[in-house]
């Protein structure tokens, strides 16, 4: 069930105040009232049961009556190293990655990203898709978001990123690429620690694959046919929470 944001720490049997965004949501998009129950989440990450008590046009009181359990985070951390796609496609990847459990999301403007997108013009875009992931988050009943991060290009993005030792690249060639299915689905402790590149609509360009390759990435490929970006990458998240994750 989705909750709302709460910015402070809470307990239960106390009267608290929650004011705007939030509380015109509870309000208006929900259309709630005195004695309505709904779940509101600290900034500790603590989730209760409340009670609305009393609002006005533009904020409420409300009393958490009783916590409730938080479902646990996925025991992979996964890695999305994502060439910036369309603004639709774009959007669609950071809501669905949220739902399916992704640690963390590293955008680059990759060569053949569209023009649209420039790194110097576009780095307040990250206010906009973190308040995606968060509203992704609460809608999937998600305890915290993804972090997401924005590159100037594929070389600055991989020399800021921590090292991963399972470390992917999607292909569509299929002669150097491997299958996650060959390299076995017993859990292990380095197999909890997942990071795929993906690029924009064309691909990758040469000089991306060659770099990626120099820096470790194995090539993996995801069948015979030619996904869309935002495809591509829901499904290698799928594949992977399968093997390693909580889709299994």
């Known amino acids: 069930m989705s909750y709302f944001i709460f910015e ?8 608290f105040e929650l004011e705007g965004e939030e509380a015109r949501h509870v309000l208006k998009s929900r259309r709630m009232r005195s004695g309505d129950h709904f779940l509101i989440q600290d900034q500790k990450g603590q989730r209760f049961d409340a009670v609305l008590a009393s609002f006005d046009r533009s904020s ?4 958490p009556e009783h916590s409730v359990a938080v479902p646990a985070p996925s025991g992979l951390r996964l890695e999305i190293l994502q060439a910036l796609p369309k603004e639709k496609a774009l959007d669609w990847i950071l809501q669905k990655s949220t739902e399916l459990g992704v640690s963390r999301l590293d955008f680059f403007c990759g060569t ?19 308040r995606i992931v968060l509203e992704a988050s609460k809608q999937c009943g998600r305890q915290f978001p993804p972090e997401v991060y924005l590159h ?28 996650w299915k060959n390299t076995g689905a017993s859990v292990e402790t380095n197999q909890l ?7 924009p ?17 194995r090539q993996v490929g995801l069948g015979p046919r030619i996904l869309r970006s935002e495809t591509a990458t829901v499904t290698a998240i799928s ?3 399968f093997l390693w994750g909580d889709l299994s």
Not at 60 to 63: A, D, P
Not at 201 to 216: K, N, Q, T
């Open 152 to 179: 100037p290009d594929l070389a600055s993005a991989l020399d800021k990123l921590p090292e991963c030792q399972n470390s992917w690249m999607l292909s569509a060639e299929s002669g150097d690429s491997v299958s």
């Open 60 to 63: 409420l009181s409300f009393v």
């Open 239 to 241: 594949i992977l929470q």
């Open 193 to 199: 620690h997942q990071r795929v590149l993906i690029g």
């Open 112 to 130: 053949r990203s569209p023009n649209s997108f420039r790194f110097s013009q576009h780095k307040h875009q990250l206010t906009r898709w973190q």
């Open 8 to 15: 402070g720490v809470l307990e239960c049997g106390q009267q």
């Open 201 to 217: 609509e064309g691909g990758l360009h040469p000089d991306e694959i060659e770099l990626a390759l120099r820096s470790g990435l």
